[in-house]
C-alpha cells in the first residue's frame, strides 16, 4: 500500500506512555467481564462497561499529544484518517449534506480514558459515541498479525476504516440499530457491523482518486483487507477461543459475510450499496 506521501491533518490525540486514569468504581472482574465482551463477542464499549461499571466513579479523561505524530506507526494512522474524511467529506457533499470527522483518533497503550468507559488493549480498536472518537492501541497491528493471520499495512487500514465507518454510521443516527435483535447472524448488532465493513471498502474504492494517487492500493492489498475481514469473522474467533461456532452468539458476522460486505463496498463505491438494514439475509 502506499500512502507515506498521503495528506495528514493532524487530528490525532497521541496519549501513547500517558497513564490511563482511573477505572472508578469498577473491579478487576467486571474489566474482565469487559474484555471478553468487547474483543470476543463484539458488544459495544460503552454499553458493556455500563452493565460492569454500575455505581462506580466518573473516568478520568487523559489528554494527549494533539497533532501529527512523528513516528511511522503513528504517522499511518494520520494519513488513513485524514483520506477517511477526504473521501466521506466528497461523499456527504454529493448528498447534499456535510461530513463530519471525529473528534480524535486516540492512539494509546495499555489503558485510558473514554466516554465509554476504561479502554483496555484487549478490547481491540473501538468507536465511542459518546465522544465521537476512535481509539486505537496499535500494539493491536501486532496481534492482527500474530494471533489472526492479517498481515500488510492494508489489513491495518481496514480496521481504521471500519472504526470510522461507526463514526459515519453514527452521524446517519443508524448506529443505535446494534441493540435491535440482541445477538444472532440476522440481529441488528451484525446488521451495524456488516454496514461498517461495507463503509471500509466505499472509503478504499474511493482513496486513491482522492488522494489524487497519493494513496494507492498495490498489488495483494485487496487480498489482505479481505484476509482481515475474515480473520475477525464472529465463526472464525468462535472457533479459534471455544472451539465450535454459535451462530446466535453473532455480533459481527461470520467471516464469509464479512467479506462480502467488504468486497461490495469497494466494487461499488457507493454508501447506498451498504444498507445492510433493508437486506433480507446477509
Known amino acids: 500500500m502506499r500512502w507515506q506521501g498521503g495528506r495528514r491533518s493532524g487530528n490525532i490525540d497521541d496519549r501513547r506512555g500517558l497513564s490511563g486514569g482511573a477505572v472508578g468504581g469498577i473491579g478487576i472482574g467486571g474489566i474482565v467481564v469487559a474484555l471478553i465482551g468487547v474483543f470476543v463477542f463484539g458488544i459495544d464499549p460503552g454499553q458493556m462497561m455500563g452493565i460492569v ?86 500494539g493491536f497491528w501486532t496481534e492482527l498479525e500474530t494471533q489472526f493471520g492479517a498481515r500488510g499495512e492494508f489489513a491495518r487500514a481496514y480496521v481504521i476504516a471500519h472504526e470510522i465507518g461507526h463514526h459515519v454510521q453514527n452521524l446517519e443516527r443508524t448506529l443505535g440499530g446494534s441493540r435491535a435483535g440482541g445477538r444472532g447472524a440476522e440481529s441488528g448488532a451484525v446488521r451495524v457491523e456488516l454496514q461498517a465493513d461495507c463503509y471500509a471498502g466505499v472509503w478504499a474504492a474511493h482513496a486513491g482518486t482522492v488522494s489524487n494517487g497519493q494513496i494507492a492500493l498495490e498489488q495483494g492489498d485487496l487480498e489482505s483487507g479481505l484476509g482481515a475481514a475474515s480473520a475477525v469473522g464472529d465463526d472464525t474467533i468462535q472457533r479459534r477461543t471455544q472451539g465450535r461456532v454459535v451462530p446466535d452468539a453473532f ?21 447506498k450499496s451498504c444498507d445492510t438494514f433493508a437486506a433480507r439475509t446477509l
Open 53 to 138: 461499571g454500575e455505581g462506580g466513579g466518573q473516568q478520568q479523561q487523559v489528554a494527549g499529544k494533539q497533532g501529527s505524530p512523528q513516528d511511522e506507526a503513528g504517522a499511518f494512522v494520520d494519513v488513513i484518517e485524514t483520506s477517511t474524511t477526504d473521501v466521506w467529506t466528497q461523499l456527504f457533499s454529493k448528498s447534499g449534506e456535510q461530513y463530519r470527522p471525529p473528534e480524535d483518533v486516540v492512539i494509546y497503550d495499555q489503558a485510558t480514558g473514554t466516554g465509554c468507559g476504561t479502554g483496555q488493549a484487549a478490547m481491540g480498536p473501538f468507536y465511542c459515541p459518546t465522544d465521537q472518537k476512535v481509539y486505537l492501541d496499535l
Open 251 to 271: 455480533t459481527h458476522g461470520s467471516a464469509e459475510q464479512r467479506m462480502r460486505w467488504f468486497r461490495r463496498g469497494y466494487e461499488t463505491g457507493d454508501p
